[in-house]
């Protein structure tokens, strides 16, 4: 087995055509021939697996080798999707980066195969936000998108995220079938490689801009005082271009995560969601006294959202923010500011139900998917959709995919309007949560060195699936992988608790993590503030007998 590794590994190096990645492999290959223990560890670590398309295509740590990003493995996914869309009919594909390590590089890398293959192959100007290619897609009409990036993973990972002509990213069977067409490629030597491929000027991004600020109705406020970090990622210039444009002041900007920045130097993680991410943001908002704060993470697919909460600021959850803003669809078309809403709102398994009850209100359709945004916006029909981790699509006729650009204006639109009303986004959540009652969830991540990791524990709660978690009887347990409510397999387990909610295990498809998605439902009862004190608690306990049965130290985060 080991010199299977050590031969897989030499030809692999042989046929890499970066001279990094290529003398990294081979000095492994020669410190475990010499019997170094770490080296070896390290070989397996790169070789004893593929980077497959996940919950958001493919990503991971770069470095040499085939679960690593790296150019090699970015000219084989080229030239597997390449194939896929020649067999579609297809004959055009626009590409896109970040500001990560060998992004443009990467994209580069992908334009030459696929415009080697005889695709007409476009390239956008420089480096810019997830949704802006997203947009592109569209826009431009092509057969496929790609944009190089990780989005909000550690500052050493990179990836390359496909999207086809119907601007959602890909979904089954097209994944299996990308996959099994790299599978079959022999050599990265032997690919055709073009440089006829284009690369576009600005009119897409402005085309984007002006679409984005049409977000936001004429007759809507505009006075807010706002803050603004894009994390150290490509959001920056474009969300004040389209804030500019959609008649806003510009806002207090984080200047020490304004630039792009690869390394992310002020955010052990650049996700707003983690502790400390949001801390320089907060501190302006304080500073400045803000309405509102908005963040962005690195590639601006996601939004985060502070508002002024008592005497101070207050972090939104992704649910808070998700549910404000489908309560907003339904508002505008109230308002007449936008016709009434008739389409799906649609959410995630692992978000909040609560939306569902706002959909019903409104006389609308709501519907669950799997976790990952492809599965949102593949819904025929879909109005609005948002998942907890910060997604959310409020434009779908024109980006097919969560946009954080667009959301944020959307925000800036909504809290514009309750501040000249006298109210605050608190207020909004006090009358749903009255009408409908407190919907408190909670995430608990335990994080790991590979994703490896995580399958002994996923295997402990298919054998033996608990039976109470905290003070609740688990009422049924569902295995995702055999199908759940008519949606397609996938990785995790469902655990009813009944009217008293429910609990969601699955694997990241992003990074090495296992995720716990707790939601915990109570009436409102007179004094909203002890309902929820009262479901924190029972939270908590959740949290406990998950932890205990996990033998982890994950931190439950209430949401």
């Given at each position: 087995?080991?010199?299977?590794l050590?031969t ?17 492999v ?5 410190a475990?021939?010499?019997?170094d223990?770490?080296a070896?560890?390290?070989l397996?670590?790169?070789f ?8 958001a ?15 090699a ?24 980066f970040d ?32 949704p802006?290619l997203?947009y592109?897609?569209?826009h431009?009409g092509v057969?496929a998108g ?9 500052a ?5 995220k ?10 089954p069977?097209?994944?299996?079938q990308?996959?099994?067409r ?19 000027d600005?009119?897409v ?9 049409a977000?936001?109705?004429e ?7 706002t ?13 004040l271009?389209?804030m500019e ?5 510009p ?8 630039e792009?920045?690869?390394e ?5 993680f ?18 400045v ?9 690195p590639?601006?697919d ?40 008739t ?17 019903a209100d ?5 519907q ?12 025929d029909d879909?109005?609005?959709?948002y ?25 800036l639109?909504?809290i ?20 409908h ?6 995430l608990?991540?335990l994080?790991?060195?590979?994703a490896?990791?995580?399958t002994?524990?996923?295997t ?27 949606l397609?397999?996938t ?11 429910r ?19 109570l009436?409102?009862g007179d004094?909203i ?7 924190e608690?029972q939270?908590?306990?959740i949290?406990a ?12 985060s209430v949401?």
């Amino acid at each position: 087995m080991i010199d299977d590794l050590l031969t897989r590994a030499s030809d692999w190096a042989d046929d890499d055509p970066d001279p990094a990645t290529r003398d990294e492999v081979r000095s492994l290959v020669e410190a475990s021939q010499a019997g170094d223990a770490v080296a070896m560890a390290q070989l397996r670590s790169a070789f004893n697996d593929t980077l497959t398309f996940g919950t958001a295509g493919i990503r991971g740590a770069m470095g040499g080798g085939p679960s690593r990003m790296n150019r090699a493995v970015v000219m084989r996914a080229a030239a597997g999707l390449a194939e896929h869309v020649r067999a579609l009919g297809g004959r055009s594909v626009v590409i896109g980066f970040d500001a990560r390590r060998r992004s443009d590089e990467f994209a580069r890398d992908a334009a030459a195969v696929i415009n080697g293959a005889g695709l007409s192959t476009l390239v956008l100007p420089r480096a810019l936000p997830t949704p802006v290619l997203a947009y592109a897609v569209l826009h431009l009409g092509v057969d496929a998108g790609v944009m190089v990036t990780a989005s909000h993973n550690p500052a050493g990972d990179n990836g390359f995220k496909v999207y086809l002509g119907s601007g959602v990213q890909i979904t089954p069977p097209h994944d299996a079938q990308i996959a099994s067409r790299i599978a079959a490629i022999a050599t990265v030597q032997g690919l055709p490689q073009g440089d006829n491929w284009t690369t576009l000027d600005d009119s897409v991004l402005n085309d984007y801009l002006t679409m984005a600020a049409a977000v936001v109705c004429e007759a809507a406020p505009r006075s807010l005082t706002t803050v603004y970090t894009p994390m150290h990622g490509v959001g920056g210039r474009p969300f004040l271009a389209a804030m500019e444009a959609a008649g806003f002041s510009p806002p207090v900007v984080v200047a020490e995560q304004f630039e792009p920045h690869a390394e992310f130097p002020t955010v052990p993680f650049p996700n707003p969601e983690e502790p400390g991410a949001m801390d320089l943001a907060l501190a302006a908002a304080t500073r400045v006294d803000a309405d509102v704060v908005i963040a962005h993470d690195p590639d601006a697919d996601r939004c985060a959202v502070g508002v002024r909460w008592g005497n101070g600021h207050r972090l939104l959850t992704g649910d808070d923010v998700g549910l404000l803003l489908g309560w907003w669809a339904v508002e505008r078309g109230r308002r007449g500011w936008s016709p009434a809403p008739t389409g799906c709102f649609a959410t995630s398994i692992v978000s909040s139900s609560l939306l569902g009850a706002v959909a019903a209100d409104a006389g609308l359709r709501h519907q669950e998917t799997l976790t990952g945004f492809k599965w949102i916006a593949s819904i025929d029909d879909l109005e609005y959709g948002y998942e907890e981790a910060l997604g959310y699509c409020v434009d779908p006729a024109h980006v097919r995919d969560k946009d954080g650009i667009t959301a944020g204006l959307r925000v800036l639109e909504l809290i514009a309007t309750l501040k000249a009303e006298g109210r605050g986004a608190h207020d909004v959540l006090d009358e749903i949560t009255r009408r409908h009652g407190v919907h408190l969830t909670g995430l608990l991540s335990l994080r790991f060195d590979s994703a490896a990791e995580v399958t002994p524990l996923m295997t402990r709660l298919r054998d033996s699936p608990p039976t109470r978690l905290g003070e609740f009887v688990v009422e049924s347990a569902v295995d995702l992988e055999q199908g759940y409510l008519g949606l397609p397999p996938t990785a995790g387990f469902r655990y009813s608790l009944g009217d008293a909610g429910r609990v969601v295990v699955r694997p990241s498809g992003t990074e090495p993590l296992l995720k716990c998605y707790v939601e915990v439902v109570l009436p409102a009862g007179d004094d909203i503030a002890v309902t929820r004190a009262e479901a924190e608690r029972q939270l908590a306990a959740i949290g406990a007998t998950l932890t205990e049965l996990l033998d982890g130290s994950g931190r439950l985060s209430v949401r």
